[in-house]
């Protein structure tokens, strides 16, 4: 009866009719209609219907296959299909030892069927890479290629090409990455697949901004957002959004980057992808971090930390280590921070993930160094840097020199600092794009160059201050815009250096001048401090950056200008 009610719409309540030809005892139509309504189930992310179809799919087939109505190997055949499906649900829901068992009956099953052994062994070669096990991940996606080759099919060649550049992304051969994502591409276009071809471009954006190339990143990340909601794929278009996050954080658009991964946060909870939860999890707490919110940082970081031993995935458990090992860092308490770092470094080294080994490398350089031990903090930074120079990685191979510098010029290595520091810099000026850590390189050179005497300290100091106001300038709320820039501690610093307030005697002086006429409220007297430090170094004083140098509103600036401006100390601002 409801066959006929839905005769036109069958697919939309295929679900219902799986119900319903299993309490009617029509055990066929049941295991039909299941498997349709699960295969829906899996791609809209209904995880827990999508149980329920599985369960219910399979013991339709075990009383079809008492009743003696259906062939074994035909019965084998929707259970094959029943058991792939749930697989994916298992693989988003982190439920690994589930996924393990079905993935040994789905090999059990797919004996003598190329093409059944072929995707038997990609869902056991995704299971191994996501617990880390690249080289048994990459051997069963090769396997898998081999015989989607033979089989002349194209879209299991591409799912084969994708898993190895997985692999080889997961292990720092980002290179090679781009190389598989290009085949996966091409293969997804050939075939029309607008689905799979979405999810190919963020991969190759992912691969391209690992290499720096952040414009290419842009336009991959932009073209699977726009399909993935195309297609209405939820999980795709959690993924792009995070990537389109990660771009702008890089490119230092902190509230463009934090809205970003917070609507990708939304869909993943929404989807129950919890893999995914912690990792954007991570990169939230990143950005509260660099935007000085070391305590939202802290409880995004232990929410992610959580997730992961959960999970059981051992890159999501060293990615949390890691961030509250720099969250720790930034608080001073080195040694938490150096307990964190060496925890996801072990796990690091036993993944064989190179460029994530040697970012501990580098930040266990830059902890000893905080804590004076700068000749141990070299030994850590060489040994990142030569890893990072084998990978071709420039942004964390110029990192990794900028920070030596530093180590080597508190030694009173002087020569070396130099060498080390104008290397990270060449480094970077081969590039076109800005980079999350050009601040820094250009304040570490200005660092250098005054320790050498040589008045282009002041042109680096510049670029340093100019690209860290740029930033801050993007932050539309003024108290994280305050937060920014005064308590992060290498803003601070940069700002006091700048203004001039590391120099006692300049802003000594322009505090009694300002004394003198009678100058005492604390606004007008700060915001005539920095007026006259920028007017000392010929620069022009515009009340836009005096709000943003200050962190005063505009009304308060203005008035501070008037009255500095009545007593003569000041010509009358823009």
Not at 517 to 545: D, N
Request: proline share 2%.
């Amino acid at each position: 009866a409801l066959e006929a009610i839905y005769a036109d719409q069958r697919e939309a309540h295929a679900a219902l009719l799986a119900w319903h030809a299993y309490h009617a005892g029509l055990w066929q139509e049941a295991v039909e209609y299941a498997l349709h309504a699960l295969t829906r189930a899996v791609r809209e992310y209904h995880h827990h219907e999508g149980l329920e179809l599985a369960r219910l799919g399979w013991e339709a087939a075990q009383k079809l296959e008492e009743s003696g109505q259906a062939p074994g190997d035909a019965l084998n055949e929707r259970r094959f299909e029943l058991l792939a499906q749930r697989v994916e649900i298992h693989n988003t829901l982190g439920r690994h030892e589930e996924q393990e068992r079905d993935i040994a009956e789905l090999e059990r099953l797919a004996a003598g069927d190329p093409a059944k052994r072929a995707l038997a062994l990609l869902k056991r070669g995704v299971l191994h890479w996501k617990l880390g096990a690249y080289a048994h991940a990459a051997q069963a996606a090769c396997q898998a290629r081999d015989l989607y080759d033979q089989l002349g099919d194209l879209a299991g060649q591409a799912n084969a090409l994708n898993l190895l550049g997985n692999t080889a992304w997961a292990q720092g051969d980002y290179a090679q990455a781009v190389r598989h994502y290009e085949g996966v591409l091409a293969l997804r276009r050939r075939l029309g697949d607008r689905r799979g071809e979405g999810p190919a471009w963020g991969n190759l954006g992912a691969a391209s901004y690992k290499l720096g190339r952040y414009t290419e990143a842009l336009r991959c990340h932009q073209q699977n957002l726009q399909i993935s909601r195309e297609v209405g794929d939820r999980r795709s278009e959690a993924v792009s959004l995070s990537n389109l996050g990660s771009v702008s954080l890089s490119l230092g658009n902190y509230s463009e980057a934090l809205r970003y991964h917070q609507q990708a946060l939304a869909i993943r909870r929404e989807i129950g992808d919890r893999s995914g939860q912690a990792n954007t999890l991570g990169i939230i707490g990143h950005i509260h971090a660099s935007l000085g919110q070391y305590t939202q940082a802290r409880r995004c970081h232990q929410e992610a930390l959580r997730l992961a031993h959960q999970l059981g995935e051992p890159r999501g458990l060293a990615i949390a280590l890691s961030n509250l090992g720099h969250t720790c860092f930034e608080l001073g308490d080195f040694e938490s921070a150096r307990r964190f770092y060496e925890q996801s470094r072990e796990i690091y080294r036993g993944l064989g993930a190179r460029l994530e080994h040697g970012l501990k490398l580098y930040d266990l350089g830059n902890l000893w160094s905080a804590r004076g031990e700068h000749q141990r903090a070299l030994e850590l930074l060489m040994q990142a840097e030569a890893l990072f120079a084998a990978l071709g990685t420039a942004v964390e191979h110029a990192m990794a020199l900028s920070a030596q510098a530093m180590a080597h010029l508190a030694l009173g290595h002087l020569q070396e600092a130099l060498a080390s520091s104008s290397a990270a810099l060449a480094l970077l000026e081969q590039r076109t794009e800005v980079c999350e850590h050009q601040v820094e390189i250009f304040f570490h050179h200005s660092q250098v160059l005054r320790a050498h005497g040589d008045p282009q300290a002041q042109e680096y100091l510049q670029r340093a201050y100019d690209e860290l106001m740029r930033r801050a300038n993007t932050i539309p709320q003024r108290r994280l815009r305050r937060s920014f820039l005064h308590d992060v501690a290498l803003h601070r610093e940069i700002i006091e250096i700048y203004h001039g307030q590391a120099e006692l005697p300049l802003k000594e002086k322009l505090r009694e001048r300002l004394q003198r006429a009678g100058v005492a409220s604390e606004s007008v007297q700060r915001v005539g401090e920095v007026a006259l430090a920028l007017a000392q170094r010929g620069e022009p004083i515009t009340a836009e950056k005096l709000c943003a140098l200050t962190d005063y509103s505009r009304p308060t600036v203005n008035a501070a200008l008037r009255e500095l401006c009545r007593r003569r100390l000041l010509a009358p601002v823009a």
